[in-house]
Every structure is written in structure tokens, then in C-alpha cells.
């Protein structure tokens, strides 16, 4: 089975998608590494905290360190939020050579801000909710493990703006990277509709999946 490499704008479904391919793949989120990284409190965890409150995105060398750890061959996975570089998109490469499908969520700006802005997560369990589209059924309290929900800092509409030309500026060259790797034989890209709900994004990639295994 191949790899799937997810592209798009923070909040366009990417991660709530992941989560659906549990069963077949690991997903790795360096996102989600370098959260771990700043619970820790360490000096570096502080580094990066004060990084991504900004809006702006750690080095390539941390992120690829951070997925090159834990990475092993026995495993299928989704890389979700990385690359976001060209750089780390070549990095990739030497990791899982071409076997792999890149899957671009296409989503509409505007409906993005609001699926941010009132974002809230389960620090415990991973589930995500929205304020507006999908609240809890006790406000602010999971659904499913009962834990008490968060918002991250950086989903505040100053910093969401600053996070959406930072991903322009970068994930324009990395797209053309994968459409051409594509047009000579290494990989594959695909663009889906990501305004959709996630049960339609799930079955269309996997049936993209099959076709391109």
C-alpha cells in the first residue's frame, strides 16, 4: 500500500481525514511532535512555542529530524503537514522514495477562517469540534473521553492570516514538485474538494488507493 502525503491549508480537513486511515496507516503530524516538544517546557519546547504563536514555521532541519525518528519500513503513513517546504519535500524523498500518493484538500478560504477561528480540540484524545459546524454536547467537554476541550493560540484570526500567506508562499513550489515527479512516474498527485464533509473525502481517497496501488 502506498504512502499519502496530505497538502493544504492548516485546517482543511487533513487531520481529521488521518484519522480515518488508522486502521491502515500511521500518521505523522511534526505539527503534533513539536506540541509534545513544547508541553515538555523545555528550552527548545519554549523555542517553538514562541515560533508557531506567531505564526511562522520551525526550521526544516527540526521538522525533518522530528518525522525522520520516527519513521520505521514496516509501516504505511500520512504525512500530514509536511513537507511544507521543497526542501523537506526532497528530504521526503530519501525516506520513501516514490512510493507514495499526494493528495492536495482544495478548500474555500473564507469557510477556512471560520472552521479555525472556532476550533477546539481534546488535548487527550484528538478529537476536534467546531463552535458552529460541530460543538460538543456539553459545551466544551469531548464527546468522547470527557476531557476538558482546548484551543491552540495560534487559531486566532491575526495569527490564521499570517499562517495562510506563510503556506502560499511555500506550498506553491511543492506542489509543482509532485506534479511533475508525477508526470515521469514517481508518485502520484491528486486534487480533491475538501468543502465536502469527511466521509466523502475518506472514500474518494481510498478510492484513489486502490487505483494507485
Not at 480537513?13 to 513544547?38: M, W
Not at 493528495?103 to 477562517?113: C, E, P, Q, T, Y
Not at 476536534?128 to 459545551?139: A, G, Q, V, Y
Amino acid at each position: 500500500m502506498k504512502n499519502l502525503i496530505f497538502l493544504g491549508y492548516p485546517g482543511s480537513g487533513k487531520g481529521t481525514i488521518s484519522k480515518l486511515f488508522e486502521a491502515s496507516h500511521k500518521q505523522i503530524s511534526p505539527g503534533d511532535l513539536l506540541r509534545k516538544e513544547i508541553k515538555t517546557g523545555s528550552a527548545l519546547g519554549q523555542q517553538i512555542a514562541s515560533i508557531i504563536d506567531r505564526g511562522n514555521f520551525v526550521s526544516d532541519q527540526m521538522s525533518f529530524a522530528l518525522v525522520k525518528q520516527n519513521i520505521t519500513e514496516n509501516h504505511h503513513y500520512i504525512f500530514d503537514g509536511f513537507p511544507r517546504t521543497l526542501k523537506q519535500a526532497e528530504d521526503l524523498d530519501s525516506l520513501i522514495r516514490d512510493n507514495y500518493v499526494v493528495i492536495n484538500f482544495l478548500i474555500d478560504r473564507v469557510k477556512l477562517v471560520e472552521r479555525l477561528i472556532y476550533r477546539y480540540s481534546c488535548p487527550n484524545c484528538g478529537l476536534i469540534f467546531n463552535l458552529r459546524t460541530n460543538p460538543s454536547k456539553e459545551l466544551f467537554i469531548c464527546d468522547n473521553c470527557k476531557h476538558s476541550l482546548s484551543r491552540r493560540n495560534d487559531d486566532n484570526i491575526e495569527v490564521v492570516q499570517t499562517r495562510f500567506d506563510n503556506h502560499e508562499k511555500m506550498v506553491l513550489p511543492i506542489i509543482s514538485y509532485y506534479k511533475e515527479k508525477a508526470t515521469q512516474g514517481y508518485g502520484s498527485y491528486f486534487e480533491i474538494d475538501s468543502n465536502r464533509s469527511p466521509e466523502l473525502i475518506y472514500e474518494e481517497i481510498k478510492n484513489i488507493l486502490k487505483t494507485n496501488n
